[in-house]
């Protein structure tokens, strides 16, 4: 199979000479501009972006950001004459890019970095098919789970069925993969296995919680790991459900940490969990409504929630509010968990 491999340059030699290097080995698409990169992703599958750093209208960084974007799974290589480590940083943080590449840089340098960034493509191809084949293989399992979360908490039927249906809708509207979003169904799913070893007289409990009982809600991300990890094949869903509680700055539980270091999964069934939560009845106090909901999540954003996974939420609930209850996925009501 022949990788595809973009090169963007607003220099047409460079752009020539990468041609003659890959050409043999890859399918090797070339643009002189970032918005002709970005029209060439929209119709074709690229595996590898290798982007100059300097250019005019979009410079690389952004370039790789909008990548990040429209296809997670490509690799994103940036080529720079600079060693200013905040415009690296940048480019790390914000466009996740595999390596950078420092001008001069040799062909036998630049190839082994290309065939070792396609090594780590396929891998994570490789891990996302596994995904999908791993929904197949425990959703009878997981159906089981979930009905038996249904059961033990009474206020939150339906749970994780809702917050994994707009945890999907969200994830098509950044343009998550297919794979990716087999992940996150199957992470949405099973987020909340651990309340499985919580005690029902805290999940009923007709009023607000006790900081120890909240302490104690606290360990289901706990429990959930250790039931989740005996089946090895999930290990990029664990990492999903492990951070589901983590926040945008940092304050969230249990490893406190914060904006991109946080899985775009556990961000997306973050914003999620809370608008279910907010929006459904308890036995101590009525659900906010829909509006209300969207009010405070907006009021997080930035500090709770990822400002960009927000508004992409934002821009779908009204639809999948209306699609749940068409489809009487919900019995017409949103639920509610403070946890």
Known sequence: MKYNILVVDDEIDNLQLFMRTFRKKYEVFVANSGYEALEILKNNQIDLVISDHKM????????????????????????TAYTDAESLISAINTAKIYRYVRKPWSINDLTSIVESALE????????????????????????????????????????????????????????????SLSELELAGLVHDIGMVGIPESILNKEGPLTPEEYDNIKQHVVYGVKILEEIKQLESVIE????????????????????????????????????????????????????????????SSGTQFDPYVLDAFIEIIDSAVENLIKLNCSNGQLYNNDY
């Open 120 to 179: 780590v493509y396929q891998l994570n191809i490789d891990n996302q098919e596994l995904a999908v084949d791993l929904k197949e293989l425990f959703s009878g399992t997981i159906t089981a789970i979930t009905a038996a979360l249904d059961a033990k908490d009474s206020f939150t039927f339906g749970r994780s069925k809702r917050v994994t249906y707009y945890s999907l809708e969200t994830g098509k509207h950044i343009g998550l993969s297919d794979s």
């Open 240 to 299: 999903i459900v492990k951070q589901h509680h983590e926040r945008y700055d940092g304050k969230g539980y249990p490893f406190g940490i914060k904006e991109d270091d946080i899985h775009v999964g556990a961000k997306i069934i973050a914003v999620a969990d809370a608008y279910d939560s907010m929006t459904s009845d308890r036995a101590y106090r009525k659900g906010l409504s829909h509006e209300q909901a969207i009010s405070e999540l907006k009021r």
């Open 56 to 79: 005019p209208e979009m410079d690389g960084v952004e370039l790789l950001r909008r990548v990040l974007e429209v296809n997670p799974d490509t690799v994103r290589i940036l080529l």
